[in-house]
């Protein structure tokens, strides 16, 4: 069944640990996305990707990377974990003509760094 | 002013009813419209999208589109409880240039009472 996945669903780390959220999608969308949600909050779109070697920040300003080896995978890295950087990442992945660019959300991961 | 602006509620709306949610947004250069569903904890889940002025049907959901009023709304008809969720409305903001990736209202929570 064609999917999104992320892994790992929670996640607790230390501050100062380098973390890598994973997102992979077997639907062989060219665009992919990450968001962060805090609770109650809306989502903000701080990474995208709109095909392999493709990578571009989003409206909010993060201090994560991504990269696009493949088009499958589009992981998230934090180099080195803060406290503020704890929050809910959602991934997600549309095809350019799958309902004008409506997209298809993994089941995200909550980060708390202690 | 919020790009996409919707009341956080929360809308309480009795079982059977017609629950109405709406959405306004700033850039009139938007191009397609979104209602996503998200429930407590999980990931947003795409129920109804929208591209023309008028409405649209999808079972017990109508989307409904006013350009020049730059208004977009959903009603949920024969309101239950399952649909105890928070509303999120999406705008797609342009095709050329930078991002396309969608921007998101800070959602409508609605409770339908049994």
């Known amino acids: 069944e064609a999917d999104i996945y992320q892994t790992p669903r929670y996640l607790v780390i230390g501050t100062g640990k380098k973390i890598t959220l994973e997102c992979s999608q077997t639907m062989g969308h060219d665009k992919m996305y990450w968001y962060q949600q805090d609770p109650g909050m809306e989502l903000h779109l701080i990474h995208y990707?709109?095909?392999?070697?493709?990578?571009e920040k989003g409206d909010l300003s993060s201090e994560s990377t991504v990269s696009r080896i493949r088009t499958e995978h589009f992981p998230l890295t934090l180099e080195s974990a803060r406290p503020s950087h704890t929050s809910q990442y959602l991934c997600?992945?549309?095809?350019?003509?799958?309902?004008?660019?409506?997209?298809?959300f993994g089941s995200g991961t909550r980060l708390t760094v202690v | 002013q919020k790009e996409v602006e919707q009341n956080s509620g929360p809308l309480s709306v009795p079982e059977g009813a017609i629950a109405s949610l709406n959405c306004t947004y700033s850039?009139?250069?938007?191009?397609?419209f979104f209602w996503y569903r998200q429930y407590s904890g999980k990931s947003p889940e795409l129920i109804m999208f929208i591209y023309s002025n008028g409405d649209k049907e999808d079972g017990r959901f109508t989307a409904q589109l006013n350009k020049a009023s730059q208004y977009v709304s959903l009603l949920i008809r024969d309101s239950q409880p399952s649909d105890s969720a928070t509303y999120l409305c999406?705008?797609?903001?342009?095709?050329?240039?930078?991002?396309?990736?969608?921007?998101f209202g800070k959602g409508t929570h609605l409770i339908i009472q049994p």
């Open positions: 999406a705008v797609k903001r342009y095709s050329g240039g930078g991002a396309d990736g969608l921007t």
């Open positions: 997600a992945s549309s095809n350019r003509d799958r309902a004008l660019g409506g997209y298809t």
């Open positions: 990707s709109y095909g392999v070697n493709s990578t």
């Open positions: 850039d009139r250069g938007s191009q397609s």
